[in-house]
Structure formats: structure tokens, C-alpha cells
């Protein structure tokens, strides 16, 4: 059980560049999110799913793009990179409680992936 | 949007000595979390706690949920050098809708140095 998994570790990117962060699962959790962590702000949201098929914004949306074709990944684009996106990225996973009540159960984090734009 | 504060921003304690640190928010949340992070990790969950008035102990940790669901504090008794990192706050609505479902917000951090 690997838990949650987030490749690269470490990127640098030229500005206007495109990449994709990987994130995958293997406890079949539902719930799946990624956060941005800037000094000094605590973790942003930046978009979250809730099973696959199903996507939502966060916080900060604007420039990132996400998937969910499988439980299990949740990749994380962007699109035409910017010195504003340099950050420490993380994905986290849960079970979701649906139906009447909605809400999640413990989140697991991934170790990060340390993005610079350069 | 909702906020929470984080106090204090950072605490450079002597090795034996108790730590103590809490965050507000300025809306209701239904579950409380406290994270902690070292170096190069993800966050990492202490505590968390679900119910108003609500006191929980793990190991030398101890947290609270507040009576008014907008605020908690984290305490660490005879704090130890592996306590050094930043410890977070995070507040979850449990919702009967499916607006904010899951999301966790997040307060700035406290980063704990412990002096041997």
C-alpha cells in the first residue's frame, strides 16, 4: 500500500512551458484534491474531486487544469506556466461521505512535488 | 471566503517546555484538524476532532474544539527536538449540500523550533 504518490519531486519550468503533475492512489478513495503551499499562506485549494467523472474549483483555479478518468489518478495541468505558479504542490485523497451529509474522512497527503517558473 | 488565523506564526521553545498554539475562524466549522509537517513531507495528521467542546489527547498532544465551532488550540506537553516542523490548522465544513463539499482551509502554519 503506497499510498498517495505525487511525481516529479522537483520540476523547473520556463515561463509559458506546460507540464503535468501526477498523482495517484491506491486506498480506492473517492475524495481527491490538490493543494498549492506558498510561505506564510498555509495550503490553498486549487481543485478537488470527488469520484471519478467529477471535478470541482477551489481557491485558486485560475491557470490549473484537472482530470479524473480513475479512481485512482488525478493529474494536475498547467497550462502555460507563470513565475506566480512556483510553489510546493501537494495532492491529498480520502473516503467521501455522499448523500445526505457530504463531507470527507481523514485526508492523506502525497510528499509534494517543488515546482519553480522560471 | 472563510479564513482561519493561525497564532503564533512561529515559537522557539527550550527542549521540556510546553508548546501552545490555536487558530479562529470567521465561520463555523463542524471538524477540526491539526496537521504537521516536516521538512520535504506532506502534512501529516495529529488530531482530529468532531464535536463542539470536544477534547482529544494523542500522546503528549492535546487539542480542543471550541464551544463556538470557530476556534481550537493545539497544546504539545514537554515538547522534544523531533516536535520541530510547522504545525497547521484546518477547519472542514460537514454540509448537508453539496457546496464546499470536502474542502479543508487551512491556517498559515505555526513552525515549532525546539532547542535541545
Known amino acids: 500500500n503506497a499510498g498517495v504518490t505525487q511525481t516529479p519531486k522537483f520540476q523547473v519550468l520556463k515561463t509559458g512551458q506546460s507540464m503535468t503533475l501526477q498523482c495517484a492512489q491506491d486506498m480506492n478513495h473517492e475524495y481527491m484534491s490538490w493543494y498549492r503551499q506558498d510561505p506564510g499562506m498555509g495550503l490553498r485549494l486549487i481543485h478537488y474531486s470527488v469520484g471519478a467523472g467529477i471535478t470541482d474549483q477551489g481557491e485558486v483555479p485560475n491557470g490549473y487544469n484537472v482530470s479524473r478518468s480513475t479512481t485512482e489518478d488525478f493529474p494536475l495541468r498547467l497550462l502555460s506556466a507563470a513565475p506566480s505558479q512556483t510553489s510546493v504542490y501537494f495532492c491529498a485523497s480520502s473516503y467521501f461521505w455522499g448523500g445526505g451529509f457530504t463531507g470527507t474522512d481523514t485526508q492523506y497527503f502525497g510528499p509534494g512535488t517543488r515546482l519553480t517558473v522560471l | ?116
Open chain 2, 1 to 116: 471566503g472563510q479564513q482561519l488565523n493561525q497564532s503564533p506564526q512561529s515559537m522557539f521553545i527550550q527542549e521540556g517546555e510546553d508548546v501552545s498554539m490555536n487558530c479562529t475562524s470567521s465561520s463555523i466549522f463542524n471538524t477540526w484538524l491539526w496537521y504537521k509537517q516536516d521538512p520535504g513531507e506532506g502534512p501529516v495528521l495529529l488530531i482530529a476532532l468532531y464535536k463542539a467542546g470536544e477534547l482529544t489527547s494523542n500522546g503528549r498532544l492535546t487539542a480542543q474544539f471550541g464551544i463556538t465551532r470557530k476556534d481550537s488550540f493545539l497544546n504539545i506537553s514537554a515538547s522534544i527536538p523531533s516536535d520541530v516542523g510547522i504545525y497547521f490548522c484546518a477547519g472542514q465544513e460537514v454540509t448537508v449540500h453539496s457546496s464546499n463539499t470536502g474542502k479543508l482551509i487551512f491556517g498559515q502554519g505555526t513552525t515549532l523550533q525546539v532547542k535541545p
